[in-house]
T-cell receptor
């Protein structure tokens, strides 16, 4: 089954404690992306990757890092989380530049206290 | 760069009536326009999409229309049902660019 898998689904952490949210896709997609979703603000892109070892900033990259060492994995790293990073996070992948569906992971609800 | 505007931000309709959500885009080179539905607590999922060589596409109760001259596209839902209640997002992309540019979303409320 084609899918994007994120882990964990829920995470409560404390300010400053480094964390990683994993994202994996089994569709051999070149393109992967991270979004955050806050109430009333829709989907805001954090980082994206066009292929292995190729990453670029989205609209809200401050406070986040990503890596793309393998095609299937695209982890999101918060080196020093702060309360304003409390949000719902989605990973997505897309496989064909000539216009096809983006597949989303289940989402990770992060709370930073 | 591309900008996508979506209206309205909230839409409340009586069950059984029709709902229409509109999006406008700025880049005339955009050629792919998907619509995603996000139910409460769930991930966004594609419900319908249209490419620039087509003016309209239907799938049962939902349809999308595209006006390339005016650079806008719309989602139409007929005979709305309670399960249509969700947030709907439009998006646009072009050519060899993987990036999807998203609208801000519309919360659709179906009143019983």
């Amino acid at each position: 089954e084609a899918q994007v898998t994120q882990n964990p689904r829920y995470l409560i952490t404390v300010t400053g404690k480094k964390l990683t949210v994993t994202c994996s896709q089994n569709m051999n997609h070149e393109y992967m992306s991270w979004y955050r979703q806050d109430p009333g603000l829709g989907l805001r892109q954090i980082y994206y990757s066009m292929n292995v070892e190729v990453t670029d900033k989205g609209d809200v990259p401050e406070g986040y890092k990503v890596s793309r060492k393998e095609k299937r994995n695209f982890p999101l790293i918060l080196e020093s989380p702060s309360p304003n990073q409390t949000s719902l996070y989605f990973c997505a992948s897309r496989g064909d530049a000539t216009n096809t569906e983006a597949f989303f992971g289940q989402g990770t609800r992060l709370t930073v206290v | 760069g591309e900008n996508v505007e979506q209206h309205p931000s909230t839409l409340s309709v009586q069950e059984g009536d029709s709902a229409v959500i509109k999006c406008t885009y700025s880049d005339s080179a955009s050629n792919y326009f998907p619509w995603y539905k996000q139910e409460l607590g769930k991930r966004p999922q594609l419900i319908i999409d249209i490419r620039s060589n087509v003016g309209e596409k239907k799938d049962q109760r939902i349809a999308v229309t595209l006006n390339k001259t005016a650079k806008h596209f719309s989602l139409h839902i007929t005979e709305t049902q309670p399960e249509d209640s969700a947030v709907y997002f439009c998006a646009a992309s072009k050519g060899s660019n993987y990036q999807l540019i998203w609208g801000a979303g519309t919360k659709l409320i179906i009143k019983p």
